[in-house]
């Protein structure tokens, strides 16, 4: 007879046989079925899957869909259905998961078929049968040669190749029906947890649809950015165009001595398309008079900014930056959202007739003394900073707010030009594990916080969720509003950053709030080869985060 253990239990202390599953636990305590979905536990702070046995007393903590680990596991458990689904309706089909777009995913399937919206209807309702069905995620733990072979039997040659840089001498490989993957991460016990998605047919692809962790009970609805779209894909045919479209092509070219010529040719690549926005407003100097750069946190603004005015100048104009900071209102002027909080964020913490009234005071001419913010005080104060600006200075304004049109109501649009600046990585783990883009600004901001700010990772990691939600309010709605988009990220960029980040994530231990979080970056940052920095030169983007930029003040 198994004894018995002591359990808390989502702050509830309960008594369970030894030996429980975590699925019996949740299954037998958490009956409210208006509750998002359980589809994993933390044990004692480690993330389990349903499937674990406990076995000795312990702490455990649901993760539901309301969660970002709880919408990872769903999303990564979705992506195996669909990967199956199309293996088993079209045998000789590759599939690629691409990048995020659309508040789901999108995925291309290659080969034998042409994907059209009756297919993509066949496919969703082959995986919805699938799921009906109810069959399980079965986790094997495999030698790396075993796992190598059977990746080749499945024609996933670009697995076989990244593991190459994996030091572990065995692998956990998850199998449903007769598909056998490895998704870098937890999964769902089995497909009758995956009610909840949705299949759109997007030439030439597919959107993959899911819940979000901020409304976990319902399919996130599907939002068209064509123009974001043709950023993504623009990336990705420059990526195959360097022959490196994941972390196994960039070590192979790291392991050849070719980084150097990487390094150069992706900042020729930017540079060049700097150039190519400034020559575009050049030709249109007469009419604009302010260029607005807004992006989300850790996009390359500032260091994007600097370039831009410097292609700017070679062109013969003078362009001049204005902090949007100095229009705050005073710290006691701005209003309290739902948790009465000031939020610093929102764009009603400007004062935006002030500066409505400068900026057209300036383009018509005249002469205006611009507000200096002091954020010790948190008071505007005037500080005789008096500005003149003549036809060939266009003012610059970088800043969150920079495309929405509230900000600027009162300046016609064509003297405005508006950019939107993102680091939309293209770089893949393998064809089936994409890298989030919001993973690579995560590690850009916290070398930066750490490095130039004093600021811990953990301190970092608390804030990013209110970053995150202010981006989703703030920027990410007004993008499609931008004249143009420009993409930061860099091909090798992760490979440099790995050494700067990886000792600040290996300090976190396993008590600590954020280890799970930790871990997962820790886990896939090992598949690169490090990359020494010194051949980046100082205007680079990626100087703004691991320091020796030309344009540090």
Excluded at 62 to 76: N, V
Excluded at 140 to 153: C, G, R, T, Y
Excluded at 368 to 389: A, Q, S
């Amino acid at each position: 007879m198994p004894g018995k253990i002591r359990i808390n239990f989502n702050g509830k202390n309960i008594e369970s046989p030894e030996g429980i599953t975590l699925q019996e636990l949740v299954s037998q305590h958490m009956m409210d079925s208006e509750q998002p979905p359980v589809v994993a536990a933390k044990v004692d702070n480690r993330m389990r899957e349903l499937t674990y046995a406990l076995k000795q007393d312990c702490t455990v903590e649901s993760i539901d869909l309301s969660m970002k680990d709880g919408e990872r596991i769903y999303t990564r458990s979705l992506v195996f259905l669909f990967l199956r689904a199309c293996r088993e309706l079209f045998p000789d089909c590759y599939v690629t998961v691409e990048h995020s777009f659309g508040g789901g995913l999108y995925c291309e399937v290659h080969g034998c078929v042409a994907l059209s919206p009756l297919v993509t209807e066949r496919i969703e309702e082959h995986m919805r049968a699938i799921v009906n069905m109810d069959e399980p995620f079965e986790k094997k733990d495999v030698p790396m040669e075993e796992a190598n072979k059977i990746f080749l039997q499945q024609g996933l040659k670009d697995k076989v190749e990244v593991m190459k840089y994996r030091k572990e001498d065995t692998m956990n490989l998850y199998q449903c029906g007769d598909v056998i993957d490895y998704l870098y991460g937890y999964m769902v016990p089995s497909t009758g947890y995956l009610k909840k998605f949705g299949l759109k047919f997007y030439l030439p692809g597919v959107i993959l649809q899911y819940p979000s962790c901020e409304d976990p009970i319902r399919v996130r609805p599907f939002q068209d950015n064509p123009k974001l779209f043709t950023v993504f894909r623009l990336a990705e045919k420059w990526s195959a165009a360097m022959g490196i479209r994941n972390v196994a092509d960039l070590n192979r070219c790291i392991e050849e001595g070719r980084a150097s010529d990487l390094i150069r040719i992706s900042e020729a690549y930017q540079e060049k398309q700097i150039g190519a926005i400034a020559d575009r407003i050049t030709q249109h100097a007469d009419a604009v008079r302010m260029i607005l750069i807004a992006g989300p946190s850790s996009s390359g603004k500032t260091t994007f900014a600097q370039r831009l005015r410097v292609q700017l100048m070679v062109n013969g104009l003078h362009p001049v930056p204005i902090s949007m900071d100095n229009y705050y209102l005073d710290r006691d002027q701005v209003s309290v959202d739902d948790n009465g909080e000031q939020d610093l964020e929102s764009i009603e913490a400007i004062d935006l007739k002030l500066f409505n009234e400068q900026m057209t005071q300036l383009i018509q001419g005249q002469e205006v003394e611009i507000p200096h913010y002091n954020f010790l005080t948190g008071k505007r104060e005037w500080v005789g900073h008096v500005i003149k600006l003549s036809k060939d200075q266009p003012i610059i304004v970088e800043g969150i707010h920079g495309l929405n049109e509230k900000l600027t109501e009162m300046i016609p649009a064509e003297n405005k030009y508006k950019i939107y600046i993102s680091a939309l990585t293209q770089l893949n783990v393998d064809d089936h594990n994409r890298i989030p883009t919001t993973d690579a600004r995560l590690i850009r901001r916290m070398v930066r916080d750490y490095q130039f700010r004093g600021t811990p990772i953990e301190d970092t990691l608390a804030m990013w969720p209110i970053v995150r939600r202010g981006e989703e309010k703030n920027i990410f709605p007004f993008q499609e509003s931008a004249d143009i988009m420009f993409n930061s990220a860099l091909l090798y960029e992760l490979a440099v950053l790995k050494p700067y980040i990886l000792p600040l994530l290996e300090n976190i231990t396993e008590s600590h709030l954020y280890f799970s979080e930790v871990n997962r970056l820790n886990k896939f940052l090992k598949y690169f080869l490090d990359l020494d920095s010194r051949d980046i030169p100082n205007n680079s983007i990626l100087r703004e985060f691991i320091g020796g930029s030309t344009f540090e003040k």
